[in-house]
């Protein structure tokens, strides 16, 4: 991602966190086209972020003396914009552009939060970065945070891990193990879902499966706010 795409991504983001910090919906504080073009963001770049589902992106049609903002939405994907489109971010953008101009916060294991390098930012402006595989460390971290490191080889959890890794952490992606023998796909990926979820060094990742028994989900513990797996149980004591 070139700088001035990040320019971009950083305005964004501001206007996303002063549209929250009012407590207001995103789109008042919507970017128009004209001030994301002005920092260098390319027609490609925004077409790029639109693709990866980063951003979203509608037509102004205010009339004079509304009292808030109005827009006609375009198609998700849509990749023509017109003098009066605007932008703002997708959760998965806010996640994605916290990450990549380094604003991310750290994780404070006491008290099971993020913690903002700027205190003085409010604590609900902190966005949880995208989870990172390092293969070469044998590590799955969330920020600065390992969630697991493993130590003995896990074949099916590896691969599903730099699939994601591969695809840069997309919600959902399709089952990525290859066929073995006689085995059950679906079972064999259930069973290494469980595994990716059981002895969390912290329990912030939890994987899930799409229902179909073909793909494979990944969403923040916390989302939940209980510390479960999938089926009920804590994954805290079973073994992995």
């Known amino acids: 991602m070139r700088?001035?795409?990040?320019?971009?991504?950083?305005?964004?983001?501001?206007?996303?966190?002063?549209?929250?910090?009012?407590?207001?919906?995103?789109?008042?504080?919507?970017?128009?086209?004209?001030?994301?073009?002005?920092?260098?963001?390319?027609?490609?770049?925004?077409?790029?972020?639109?693709?990866?589902?980063?951003?979203?992106h509608?037509?102004?049609?205010?009339?004079?003396?509304?009292?808030?903002?109005t827009f006609r939405r375009e198609r998700i994907a849509g990749l023509t914009f017109r003098r009066k489109t605007c932008f703002v971010l997708t959760e998965a953008g806010v996640a994605f552009a916290a990450g990549l101009v380094n604003d991310a916060p750290s994780f404070s294991p006491a008290g099971q939060t993020w913690v903002c390098a700027d205190e003085s930012r409010q604590s609900a402006d902190c966005v949880p970065p995208r989870p990172k595989w390092d293969r070469d460390r044998q590590e799955l971290r969330l920020g600065r945070v390992v969630i697991k490191q493993y130590k003995v080889p896990a074949a099916n959890q590896e691969r599903?891990?730099?699939?994601?890794?591969?695809?840069?952490?997309?919600?959902?992606?399709?089952?990525?193990?290859?066929?073995?023998?006689?085995?059950?796909p679906k079972r064999r990926l259930h069973d290494t879902i469980n595994s990716l979820n059981r002895n969390q060094k912290h329990d912030l990742l939890r994987f899930l499966g799409d229902g179909s028994g073909q793909g494979i989900r990944w969403k923040l513990a916390s989302e939940n706010g209980n510390g479960k797996s999938g089926n009920g149980k804590s994954r805290s004591g079973r073994p992995g």
């Open 160 to 184: 599903v891990l730099a699939a994601f890794e591969e695809e840069g952490w997309p919600i959902h992606i399709d089952d990525p193990l290859p066929p073995a023998g006689e085995q059950d």
């Open 58 to 69: 509608a037509s102004e049609i205010t009339m004079p003396g509304e009292a808030s903002r």
């Open 3 to 56: 700088r001035r795409a990040e320019e971009a991504l950083r305005l964004l983001l501001e206007a996303h966190r002063y549209a929250r910090e009012l407590d207001r919906r995103v789109w008042d504080f919507a970017l128009e086209i004209d001030a994301l073009r002005a920092v260098g963001c390319t027609f490609s770049e925004l077409r790029w972020l639109v693709c990866k589902g980063y951003v979203a």
